[in-house]
Each structure stands twice: as C-alpha cells, then as structure tokens.
C-alpha cells in the first residue's frame, strides 16, 4: 500500500507551487502552514518574504491566491490581516483522504517510512545486576521503549541496548560475602520467582555493603576478589554468572509486567566491553585526546571547572590502573559507531548525568569516534516526584520498589474496570485491569515532555475524566462497542456527503496522524504524540455528543459516521500501541 499524502502536505504543495510562480526566488521556501481557528489552515510564511522581496505583502499575498490551484483540494483561500492566507479543505478531500488511509491493510494508516532510514542505537532501561528495579528505572524504560516504537515505524532500524550495571568493585563485595556466607542464597523452593530471587539477592548485597562498610579486613579481601574477577579466576566468574543469570530472571519478570519486550541479545552489560577497555585507553593517549594526570588518564576541557576553579576531567582510567564508566562509555560507542554501524546513539538517561555524557561525547568526538555522520544524544528525563512535590520515596525515605509501584497500579485499575464491567468475567477484570493500570502508568509518564520532572499520582493515573491512558482506552472501547452493536451495517466512506462541523474537526485531525508520528519520531518526542491521541479522543467525544451515529438520518450517514467511528479506533490503536500502551476491546 502507498503511503498516503495528508491534506497538510497537499495544500503546502500547492503554496508552494504558487509562491514559486508568483516570486521565482522564493523557489523552495516555506509557507508555514499550521492548523488555525480562523480557518482549517493558516499560512504565515509571506510576511517574511515580502520583507526580504521588498513588496508589499497583501499585494503579494492575493498573487498567489490567484494562482493557487483549488478545487479538489482545497475549497476556499483568502487574505487576512497583514498578509496571512487563510484556508479551507473541502469536505469530499477530508473523507477521500481519510478512505484512502482506511484503505491500507498494513495497520500503518498510510504513514510513510522514513526516506533514507539510518540505524540508531538506543540504550535505555539499565537496571542493575543483584539489585531491585525501583521508580527511578521507570522513566528510562517507558520513554525508551516508546521511541524505539516511533523510530521502528518510521523505517529506523533500531539495535536495543540494555546497558545493565554488571560489573565492578561491588561484584567483588558480593561475591567474597556468598563465599563466606554460603547459606544466605540457597533457594530452599527451586520454584521461586524472579522477584522473589532478587529480593534475596538485594538483601545479600545490602548486608556484604554494611560489612564492606565496616570492616577493613573485609574490604581487602574483597578488593582482592574484584582482581580475581578481572582477571577470569573460574570459581569467581561462575559465582559471578550466577547473579547475573537470578538478576536476568528477574529483569525479564519487571518487564513482562510492563508489557515491554526484553530480549537476551539486546543486553549488553558494562562487562560487555571488558576487552576493549585498554585498548580504548592506548588509543585515546596515543592520539592526544587523553594525558595522564596524578597517574591516572584523563581528558580535559576548558569549560567545565570544579567550585575551586580548578578543571574536573574525565578520569578514563584510574591511577590504581582500574577502570571506571568512563571506559565503558567510550568503548561502548567505539562498538556501537564501528561494529554495529550505527549512524545515531541515543541514551534514554536521568538528567542528573548530563555532565558526565556531554564529557564522554566530546571526547569521543575529538578521537574521531562520532563526527558529522555519526552523533550521539542524550535524552535527559526529569525526576518522577510524589504527591508532595518531593521525589518519589517511601514514608520510611526509601526508594520505592518497581515491582510495588507496578501492583499498586494494576490493583487501583482493576477497581475502576470491576466498577464499570457489565459483561466481564473475573478472568477478563484481571486481565483488562493489568491493562489499564500498566497503560495508565506508561501514559503519565510519555505525556509529560521527558526532561520535565512529574507527579506520581496513581488516582488522577487511573482516572476517566482528564489527560489520561484510560479515557483514551475509554473511547476506542466505546466505538468499538458501537461498530458491534451496528451489526451487518458496515463502516463505508462516502465524499459526496457535506460534514458537520464537528465531523470536520476529527476528521482533520484524524489526517493529522503521519504528520505527528514523523515529528515526533523526529524529535524523541513521544509526549507529542500522546498529546494527539487525547485531542483525538476528545474531539471523538465532541462529535459522539452532536452527531447520532446509529440513528442517523439516512444508511448512508450512518455508514459515513461508522467510518468516522472506525478510522478514529484504529489512529487510537496504533497510536497508542506506539506509546506501548494497549486497548482493550472491551472495558
């Protein structure tokens, strides 16, 4: 099927054609069209150029409404103010083009794939080995995940990392404690979950933490224990293994819960990159880019300076000879850049380490690693805070588990769909509630701009009434309950029918879709696309409200607004499965 132009991208065509015609050297320039309330469209670009062509802008404005091909397309197109054109799009081109999107039997709604896709690489959701998932992991999962959506859609070819914590002095801590305390990890049930192995092994590391803490002994023997483990000592690497295999467990577990693929493949821990890590160094010295300082190996820069003053570089190997994040970065995209052949690195991570990857991606480019082919992004996020404004914390100040927050949520939801289910089984409650509850989670999170720090408030989450994951849920299970209650009456577009104005107004916006999956595909932006989807289902409800579907006037008007009904449900089921969001059928 082949994708399908939206009447934004037809009427700019046809501005542009005219504009050209009218002033040969604005050949290329941009009318500025947006959506209006004076009009379906607004075109603003002419002030400038008539400033730059030094005429008058009215004069210059009515020149090209002359010559601008109407008809089909476009209805009417006048002058306004100082030279703005206002336009309006004939009923027949809305229903034409929305039959045209109906059409496509891929489920992409004639949205075009990216011209010349590239291949990014995207690491988000790094959970750490022998330690629980808590809120904080929440946002670099749900944002990551939908952005690898967005981009796979627009053509991307995407390569998914799981960056995990898998490596370093807290492993040798760990595995001298499960040495010497063997007793404290034997799983007496060989059933036991994921979530409840981890526990146990958040508990062995909290304990091996306090004695590390405490006594010296200790510590030393468990120093020596990370250079047994660098070094490939057997035994250590297998206790080693072990935590990662009950952490992977436990992993896969969190992120069924949230509805989120996770594949073995796509993690790729800080061990990953072990042996690339000197050679990493020798090639950062050799070339210049790194000197060794107090006998470590650092990388300067004349803008980034301590309070005293002083420089803070990037410590890339440590003068003990031991290596820090740093090195993991730089050789990860020494990886990503040359072996996976990635032309962008994106990194869903917390704002609060935005100075230690601006560090690594500079250094990386003066070694030659990114350049103007190849770049590389951080996607900051913002805190997720509690209803006091603070983040995210227990009453006791401790971090909340994921798994907790998770349950809580599916419970509350499952509340809300038992209070509104008529013909539910209990089966069907559970399952639509974990659903709503794991949607309603994701939604909060992708509807507020990533950097943008946001409440966790599970009762507004939850909620039919507002921004939320559950009104949209809501309307495509309404329309779906209308389309089955239509029975043999089938969706069918028909052109030729006048559309009242607030058919009009989703129509448009219904045709709007492509256009909003490419920007915000775009700009890592998936809070643009939730923005969408609510204004979509509201808009559904305004015209839910005004114009009687089943009961219309005449089958052709009923068959139109089942059309209607049935582009709407299906822009909110792809929309909302790019947010990795569900919806549900029936609720």
């Given at each position: 099927?082949?994708?399908?132009?939206s009447?934004?991208?037809?009427?700019q065509q046809?501005?542009?054609?005219a504009?050209?015609a009218t002033l040969p050297e604005?050949a290329?320039?941009d009318?500025?069209?947006r959506?209006s309330?004076?009009a379906?469209?607004?075109?603003?670009?002419?002030?400038a150029?008539a400033?730059?062509?030094?005429?008058?802008?009215r004069?210059?404005?009515?020149?090209?409404?002359?010559?601008?091909e109407?008809?089909e397309?476009?209805?009417?197109?006048?002058?306004?103010?100082?030279?703005?054109?206002?336009?309006?799009?004939?009923?027949?081109?809305i229903?034409a083009?929305?039959?045209?999107?109906?059409?496509?039997d891929?489920g992409?709604?004639?949205?075009?794939?990216?011209?010349?896709?590239?291949?990014?690489?995207?690491?988000?959701a790094?959970p750490n080995?022998?330690?629980e998932?808590?809120v904080?992991?929440?946002?670099?999962?749900?944002?990551?995940?939908?952005?690898?959506?967005?981009?796979?859609?627009?053509?991307?070819s995407?390569?998914?990392?799981?960056?995990?914590?898998?490596?370093?002095?807290?492993?040798?801590m760990?595995i001298?404690?499960?040495?010497?305390?063997?007793?404290?990890?034997?799983h007496?049930?060989?059933?036991v979950?994921?979530?409840e192995?981890?526990?146990?092994?958040?508990?062995?590391y909290?304990?091996a933490?306090?004695?590390?803490d405490?006594?010296?002994?200790?510590?030393t023997r468990?120093r020596?224990r990370?250079v047994?483990?660098q070094?490939?000592?057997?035994?250590?690497?297998a206790?080693?293994?072990?935590?990662?295999d009950?952490?992977?467990?436990?992993?896969f577990?969190?992120?069924?819960?949230?509805?989120?693929?996770?594949?073995d493949?796509?993690?790729?821990g800080?061990?990953?990159?072990?042996?690339?890590?000197a050679?990493?160094?020798?090639?950062?010295?050799?070339?210049?880019?790194?000197v060794r300082?107090?006998?470590?190996?650092?990388?300067?820069f004349?803008?980034i300076k301590?309070?005293?003053?002083n420089?803070?570089?990037?410590?890339?190997?440590?003068?003990?000879?031991?290596?820090?994040?740093a090195?993991?970065?730089?050789?990860?995209?020494?990886?990503?850049v040359?072996?996976?052949?990635?032309?962008?690195l994106?990194y869903?991570?917390?704002?609060?380490?935005?100075?230690?990857?601006?560090m690594v991606?500079?250094?990386?480019?003066?070694?030659?690693w990114?350049?103007?082919?190849?770049?590389?992004q951080?996607?900051?996020?913002?805190t997720?805070?509690?209803?006091?404004?603070?983040?995210?914390k227990?009453?006791?100040?401790?971090?909340i588990?994921?798994?907790d927050?998770?349950?809580?949520?599916?419970?509350?939801?499952?509340?809300?769909?038992?209070?509104?289910?008529?013909?539910?089984?209990?089966?069907?409650?559970?399952?639509r509630?974990?659903?709503?509850?794991i949607g309603?989670?994701?939604?909060a999170?992708?509807s507020?701009?990533?950097?943008r720090?946001?409440?966790?408030?599970?009762?507004?989450?939850?909620?039919?009434?507002?921004?939320t994951?559950?009104?949209l849920?809501?309307?495509?299970a309404?329309?779906q309950?209308i389309?089955?209650?239509?029975?043999?009456?089938?969706?069918?577009?028909?052109p030729?029918?006048?559309?009242a104005?607030?058919?009009r107004a989703?129509?448009?916006h219904?045709d709007?879709?492509a256009?909003?999956?490419?920007?915000?595909?775009?700009?890592?932006?998936?809070?643009?696309?939730?923005?969408?989807?609510?204004q979509?289902a509201?808009?559904?409800?305004t015209?839910?409200?005004k114009?009687p579907?089943?009961?219309?006037?005449?089958?052709?008007?009923v068959?139109?607004?089942?059309?209607?009904?049935?582009v709407?449900a299906?822009?909110?089921?792809?929309?909302?499965?790019?947010?990795g969001?569900?919806?549900?059928e029936?609720?």
């Amino acid at each position: 099927m082949a994708s399908v132009t939206s009447l934004s991208d037809s009427v700019q065509q046809r501005l542009a054609s005219a504009l050209s015609a009218t002033l040969p050297e604005a050949a290329g320039a941009d009318p500025l069209l947006r959506r209006s309330d004076r009009a379906d469209f607004q075109a603003n670009g002419i002030l400038a150029l008539a400033k730059k062509a030094k005429a008058n802008p009215r004069e210059l404005a009515a020149q090209v409404v002359a010559g601008v091909e109407s008809g089909e397309v476009i209805k009417d197109i006048e002058v306004s103010g100082p030279g703005f054109l206002n336009i309006t799009v004939s009923d027949r081109a809305i229903t034409a083009n929305l039959a045209a999107r109906y059409a496509d039997d891929t489920g992409r709604l004639g949205v075009p794939r990216a011209a010349n896709p590239g291949t990014t690489v995207i690491d988000y959701a790094q959970p750490n080995v022998a330690k629980e998932m808590h809120v904080g992991h929440l946002r670099s999962a749900v944002i990551g995940d939908s952005v690898v959506q967005l981009l796979e859609f627009a053509g991307e070819s995407v390569v998914r990392r799981h960056h995990i914590g898998d490596w370093g002095t807290q492993f040798g801590m760990l595995i001298q404690y499960l040495d010497e305390h063997p007793h404290e990890l034997d799983h007496k049930d060989s059933q036991v979950s994921g979530e409840e192995a981890m526990s146990n092994l958040d508990r062995l590391y909290k304990a091996a933490r306090k004695l590390f803490d405490s006594d010296e002994e200790f510590k030393t023997r468990a120093r020596r224990r990370v250079v047994d483990l660098q070094a490939g000592d057997p035994k250590t690497l297998a206790m080693w293994q072990r935590f990662v295999d009950e952490s992977k467990i436990y992993f896969f577990s969190v992120f069924e819960k949230l509805d989120m693929e996770i594949r073995d493949a796509d993690i790729v821990g800080e061990s990953g990159y072990n042996d690339m890590l000197a050679e990493t160094c020798r090639l950062l010295e050799e070339s210049g880019v790194a000197v060794r300082s107090e006998g470590a190996l650092c990388v300067f820069f004349d803008d980034i300076k301590g309070p005293d003053g002083n420089p803070v570089p990037l410590i890339v190997q440590k003068s003990d000879g031991g290596y820090g994040y740093a090195a993991t970065d730089l050789s990860a995209i020494r990886d990503r850049v040359f072996n996976l052949k990635a032309n962008t690195l994106l990194y869903v991570v917390d704002a609060r380490q935005a100075l230690h990857f601006r560090m690594v991606f500079e250094t990386a480019r003066r070694a030659g690693w990114l350049n103007e082919d190849v770049k590389a992004q951080q996607l900051a996020f913002g805190t997720v805070l509690g209803e006091d404004g603070k983040p995210f914390k227990t009453r006791a100040g401790e971090t909340i588990r994921l798994v907790d927050l998770l349950d809580e949520a599916i419970d509350r939801a499952s509340a809300v769909v038992r209070e509104k289910a008529q013909d539910l089984s209990e089966e069907e409650i559970a399952e639509r509630g974990a659903q709503v509850g794991i949607g309603a989670v994701k939604y909060a999170d992708l509807s507020t701009s990533a950097i943008r720090d946001y409440k966790f408030d599970l009762d507004q989450m939850v909620s039919l009434n507002g921004d939320t994951s559950v009104y949209l849920q809501y309307a495509y299970a309404r329309i779906q309950s209308i389309l089955r209650k239509a029975g043999e009456v089938r969706p069918a577009a028909h052109p030729e029918l006048e559309l009242a104005p607030a058919e009009r107004a989703l129509g448009l916006h219904a045709d709007a879709f492509a256009e909003t999956v490419r920007e915000a595909a775009a700009e890592y932006a998936p809070h643009k696309l939730a923005a969408y989807l609510y204004q979509l289902a509201s808009l559904y409800t305004t015209f839910y409200d005004k114009c009687p579907v089943l009961k219309a006037e005449t089958p052709e008007l009923v068959e139109n607004r089942l059309f209607l009904c049935d582009v709407t449900a299906r822009t909110l089921h792809r929309g909302m499965a790019l947010l990795g969001v569900r919806t549900p059928e029936k609720l």
